[in-house]
């Protein structure tokens, strides 16, 4: 794609991502109540003063009739609760002190807890806020995460075969793939270390208001169960460990089934068939070079179907991104999680703004925020449809067209790390987590702030990229470190519901980080696999 064209769709994508927002925002978005009774008896009266309206609205909580399942201690102190404040005839001057500030511990609690049965029951009954089947993000899969999910196991396959048939030598595929590999594990080590001093510094899981503290935490169930498919994978992820993860990951790259591995979408089996399958092609010689110029013509064809996607990138991004806000809204941006979200954006900021142009500097001796603008394109599309697996036939097409990177380079390296390098989910799993423990008034020490660094890493590598993979990995890094605590307390799985409302604005953020450093990869490795022979020879020597 020649520059002007590219400086267009760059336009469209950017105004697309603008339009979405304020469309999703002001047209799809229905508010949550608040998570506090304050804030929303705030909302139901606008005068704090007035008797009458705090009493009607605290009569409305009362009414709730809460089920208590056998076995369920929480739900019948909520139960009680209600019980206890409908019994009360000074709702009116209870409301006033409650946001007045003079009322006392004991009452906050009544009626905080009193709440928290009304917002579920109002959650599972009567909220009428956009779900996952709304016609946005129907619209938006079907125009461009669809024909980008489409083409990424072809691609997959027949870059890295040309891409190893290109490299050639096995000594030489190895020295590529070593530094690729030690590349990956460094960033994402630097991002986890980030994010765990970053969260220990800023603290956001120390709240100033215990009621909001309280709140959250008695909503966190609810959230997760009201998503099932990201509860059904934190409930399995909650019994495996690291270990079983890698052997997960292990199993992917060795499937019994090369085309069931396709079929069903698995990456890394994909890959490692066609490194095997270029390197049988490579050693082949004359006898399998027309294997190879087919392959390198089908290569052709792929990324010139790639380009006609990528137009469609601007109406996909708008509805996509409309989705996320319609179902979130920017008032999210400003809660309780305020803190939290913060701190993860610093974090991903300072790695992708600082760390990683730093490492491409040092290493390729290239102008980083030059080669950031190159791979404009790829970076707006990750932020809009939020996975970096579907990136990657716009980040190969950037990086070859117009990022300076080596095909040899991209086509080996992009497709791995949209797998395997995952520097802004590592970062996220560390402010995440120790937010979590923090909330929950679980103190961390070194020991355990080192299981979050190293786990997270691991982790990281096993999350998909796919949209909240992110979300269900860390479940493993809070059994990990519940493990390290030996005993009480332990953090409850259902935490990860207090931030699931908020992880895909946060998701957004961090695949474009997983999509940068995977293109600065590229970019190193163009400096050991050039694609003119005579560099790729010097540069082997």
Request: charged share 15%; glycine share 8%; with cysteine.
């Given at each position: 794609m020649d520059h002007?064209?590219?400086?267009?769709?760059?336009?469209?994508?950017?105004?697309?991502?603008?339009?979405?927002?304020?469309?999703?925002?002001?047209?799809?978005?229905?508010?949550?109540?608040?998570?506090?009774?304050?804030?929303?008896?705030?909302?139901?009266?606008?005068?704090?003063?007035?008797?009458?309206?705090?009493?009607?609205?605290?009569?409305?909580?009362?009414?709730?009739?809460?089920?208590?399942?056998?076995?369920?201690?929480?739900?019948?102190?909520?139960a009680e609760a209600v019980a206890e404040l409908a019994a009360r005839d000074d709702l009116g001057a209870l409301g006033t002190r409650l946001l007045d500030g003079t009322a006392t511990e004991a009452e906050i609690s009544l009626v905080e807890r009193a709440y928290a049965s009304w917002r579920l029951e109002y959650l599972a009954t009567a909220y009428a806020g956009i779900g996952g089947d709304h016609w946005s993000k129907t619209i938006g899969d079907i125009i461009l995460i669809r024909p980008l999910m489409l083409l990424i196991i072809p691609l997959v396959l027949v870059s890295v075969v040309c891409g190893?048939?290109?490299?050639?030598?096995?000594?030489?595929?190895?020295?590529?793939?070593?530094?690729?590999?030690?590349?990956?594990?460094?960033?994402?080590?630097?991002?986890?270390?980030?994010?765990?001093?970053l969260v220990t510094f800023f603290e956001p899981g120390e709240l100033s208001d215990p009621a909001q503290a309280a709140a959250l935490r008695a909503d966190a169930a609810t959230q997760l169960e009201g998503n099932a498919a990201i509860n059904e994978r934190a409930r399995a992820a909650e019994e495996e460990s690291v270990g079983s993860a890698w052997l997960n990951i292990i199993d992917q790259m060795l499937p019994a089934n090369a085309v069931g591995a396709m079929a069903s979408g698995q990456t890394l089996g994909v890959i490692f068939m066609a490194l095997l399958l270029g390197l049988a092609l490579a050693a082949g010689g004359e006898k399998t070079a027309i294997a190879r110029d087919f392959f390198d013509a089908l290569f052709d064809?792929?990324?010139?179907?790639?380009?006609?996607?990528?137009?469609?990138?601007?109406i996909g991004v708008f509805m996509l991104v409309a989705w996320t806000v319609g179902t979130i809204g920017f008032a999210a941006l400003v809660g309780p999680l305020a803190k939290y979200i913060g701190t993860v954006l610093i974090g991903l900021v300072i790695h992708g703004v600082v760390v990683l142009p730093l490492i491409l500097w040092l290493f390729a001796r290239t102008q980083p925020y030059r080669f950031m603008?190159?791979?404009?394109?790829?970076?707006?599309?990750?932020?809009?449809?939020?996975?970096?697996?579907?990136?990657?036939?716009?980040?190969?097409?950037?990086?070859?067209?117009?990022?300076?990177?080596?095909?040899?380079?991209?086509?080996?390296?992009?497709?791995?790390?949209?797998?395997?390098?995952?520097?802004?989910?590592?970062?996220?799993?560390?402010?995440?987590?120790?937010?979590?423990?923090?909330?929950?008034?679980?103190?961390?020490?070194?020991?355990?702030?080192?299981?979050?660094?190293?786990?997270?890493?691991?982790?990281?590598?096993?999350?998909?990229?796919?949209p909240s993979a992110g979300i269900v990995t860390m479940v493993i890094v809070i059994t990990a470190v519940n493990q390290s605590l030996g005993g009480e307390p332990r953090l409850p799985v259902e935490a990860i519901g207090i931030i699931l409302g908020v992880d895909r604005i946060v998701d957004m953020c961090r695949t474009t980080v997983n999509v940068w450093g995977d293109a600065v990869g590229a970019k190193i490795i163009t400096r050991i696999a050039p694609d003119t022979e005579e560099e790729f020879e010097r540069a082997a020597a």
């Open positions: 002007g064209k590219a400086n267009v769709l760059t336009i469209l994508i950017i105004v697309s991502l603008v339009a979405g927002a304020v469309f999703g925002e002001l047209a799809l978005h229905v508010p949550q109540p608040p998570v506090t009774a304050a804030e929303w008896l705030e909302e139901q009266c606008e005068d704090p003063g007035d008797e009458a309206c705090l009493a009607a609205a605290l009569e409305r909580i009362t009414a709730v009739k809460v089920e208590v399942p056998e076995g369920d201690p929480e739900a019948a102190e909520r190893v048939c290109s490299i050639g030598d096995p000594s030489r595929l190895g020295i590529v793939g070593g530094s690729t590999v030690v590349y990956y594990l460094s960033t994402m080590l630097i991002a986890v270390t980030i994010g765990a001093i064809a792929i990324m010139r179907i790639v380009g006609w996607v990528i137009w469609l990138t601007p603008w190159q791979m404009r394109r790829p970076l707006f599309t990750a932020f809009g449809i939020d996975s970096s697996s579907a990136t990657l036939p716009v980040t190969i097409e950037a990086a070859t067209t117009e990022g300076g990177c080596s095909k040899r380079s991209a086509n080996f390296v992009l497709p791995l790390g949209a797998t395997v390098n995952m520097d802004g989910t590592a970062l996220y799993e560390a402010v995440a987590v120790v937010f979590l423990f923090q909330l929950y008034g679980i103190d961390l020490s070194m020991t355990e702030l080192l299981v979050v660094v190293i786990t997270a890493t691991l982790a990281a590598i096993g999350a998909a990229g796919i």
